[in-house]
């Protein structure tokens, strides 16, 4: 039973340029959230798929954009790369968002180091 | 912005005893997650604790809430050098979708 997969594991951009990192969810999850981590910092919340649909969305700008698929995968995209959008971008599986599922603890994939020249 | 607070930011102790991290938080949630993340890794989700539940084990760890004064601490009881690794806390925010806000980590270096 695969984890949650990020492709790639590493990238390298320069300023200006845009950049799609892609996720796969862990088998029987249909919920998916984006977040980025700065070095010693904590994850910070992008925002959360769920039925296709963005449902939750942190403080980021327009640039950050996404997209779920119908086998639950996601993208998200990053245009305009700045120096500061480098980071580790992770990417979180869960079952359900809402209601009476709410509250399933998310797996995490490994990551995609982005880093910005 | 971090809804959590850890404390201490970083922490390290003999393999063997015992280690404490606390939690605090500004808004009502739903429930509170703890995460391990190892150097360069992905999140490992430890234990989740709900707003209506005080405290909560699972093996080694030790959660407890304090809705009241918006606080949490994670207890490892007989550490292992394996457990070196950043720890977080994950508030989810009453109301609407869920959504999972990470705290600052701390740090634990578990020497041998």
């Known amino acids: 039973d695969a984890g949650v997969t990020q492709s790639p594991t590493h990238l390298i951009k320069t300023r200006g340029q845009q950049v799609t990192l892609r996720c796969s969810p862990k088998?029987?999850?249909?919920?998916v959230s984006w977040y980025q981590q700065a070095l010693g910092q904590g994850p910070q919340f992008i925002f959360q798929y769920y039925e296709e649909e963005e449902r939750q969305r942190g403080n980021f700008p327009d640039r950050f954009s996404g997209h779920q698929f119908p086998n639950y995968s996601s993208e998200l995209n990053v245009n305009a790369l700045l120096l500061g959008d480098s980071a580790l971008y992770l990417c979180?599986?869960?079952?359900?968002?809402?209601?009476?599922?709410?509250?399933?603890?998310?797996?995490f994939g490994d990551g995609t180091r982005l880093s910005i020249l | 912005s971090q809804q959590g607070e850890e404390d201490p930011q970083a922490l390290s102790i003999q393999e063997g005893e015992n280690a404490t991290m606390n939690c605090s938080y500004k808004t009502s949630i739903n429930n509170l997650q703890w995460y391990r993340q190892n150097s360069g890794r992905g999140l490992v989700h430890l234990i989740l604790i709900r707003s209506n539940e005080r405290e909560k084990h699972s093996g080694r760890l030790r959660v407890t809430l304090d809705t009241s004064k918006k606080s949490s601490s994670l207890l490892i009881t007989a550490s292992r050098a394996a457990d070196t690794a950043s720890y977080f806390c994950?508030?989810?925010?009453?109301?609407?979708?869920?959504?999972?806000?990470f705290g600052t980590g701390t740090k634990l270096q578990v020497i041998p």
């Open positions: 979180a599986s869960s079952r359900g968002t809402g209601g009476a599922r709410r509250g399933q603890p998310q797996h």
């Open positions: 994950a508030t989810d925010a009453s109301g609407g979708y869920q959504k999972v806000t």
């Open positions: 088998s029987g999850h249909d919920t």
